[in-house]
């Protein structure tokens, strides 16, 4: 019997570091040259990976892939000054990762430059149109005029005043002016005679984004001037207007690129819904064609759509939500246009 025992325990043993030998080591950072090992190394905007909004939710979207298991190893680089923006970006790529994920369209120029440096690495720039199509090189960009549109016709279907707002933390130009119009559309195709505020930075540079005072201080003036619906976008300087609103009774906000209620919870007072753009599973899915040899090079546009309305769901009537949902499908399909002119 005793001897049995030790030959079937020694069986286990032998069986247990077999399988440990067949088992492959977890990768780390330096094993991203090999080929078998798939390393992605993401490069944040100026706001940092924890701005509540698009370096965040990018970056949620690597995390996601390494959690199904598409990618073996990630990091990323914050910027801390825009001038760091191409070391960070080779100091990845001389790493030896295989994807490089850059964001905002401030680094569309840097994303393309080191797309040619590296043409042995593959780039994916978030909210980033690209001039020239590259092979290595694609972009996860969005309608940001319909992605305004739903905040507009929301903004004019929940005021009371007739006045609504809008804060963008960009110059009018690229996405900032895709915003504006966006919203200004979707506001008068719910009530022609609606009165819109809107007000662009602008400063024209980098840090147009990360101005919250400035965003506060906007959407606090547009307050005065009988608006009681702020619809803030743009990093950290849409963040300031919609906890700016917050700070006041009675008023509605509407945040942007992400579901802000989980983001910014100083908002939650105001905040009924955010204008998304579904970064995180832009990004995801991407990686995961990269991963099966389908790279899209070019521009690759995401969804958008309405959050939900969580603590202000019933606050919202029913025609309201049918009619959101109406134009959501409408945009999508193409029967709803924006107006909106990208190249004028």
Known sequence: MYTKLSSVMALLIIATVLLAACQKPTPTEADCSKPEVLCVGLVTGLNGVNDKSFNQSAWEGVIEAQSEKVVDWVRYIETIDSKDIDQNIATLADDGYDIIVTVGEFYREATANAAKKFPGTNFLGVDQH???????????????????????????????????????????????????????????????????????YTDGSVMASTDPRWGASTASQAIKEGADVVFGANGKTGSGALIETASYTDLYCIGV???????????????????????????????????????????????????????????IPRAVKDKNDQIAAGLTGGSITTGYNSGK
């Open 130 to 200: 690209q001039a020239e199509v590259l092979p290595n090189l694609t972009s996860l960009v969005f309608h940001d005029d319909q992605t305004g549109f739903l905040a507009g016709a929301l903004a004019a279907q929940m005021t009371k005043t007739g006045t609504v707002a809008g804060v963008f933390g960009a110059d009018p130009v690229s996405s900032g002016m895709a915003f504006n119009e966006g919203f200004e559309a979707g506001a008068r195709y719910i009530n022609p005679q609606i009165n819109i505020i809107t007000t662009n």
């Open 257 to 315: 690129d992400t579901d802000q209620w989980e983001t910014i919870p100083e908002a939650r007072p105001c905040l009924i819904s955010s204008a998304m753009k579904r970064i995180t599973p832009g990004v995801f899915d991407l990686i995961k064609l990269i991963r099966e040899g389908a790279f899209p090079s070019g521009d690759y546009f995401g969804a958008s759509g309405l959050a939900p309305y969580h603590d202000f769901d019933g606050a």
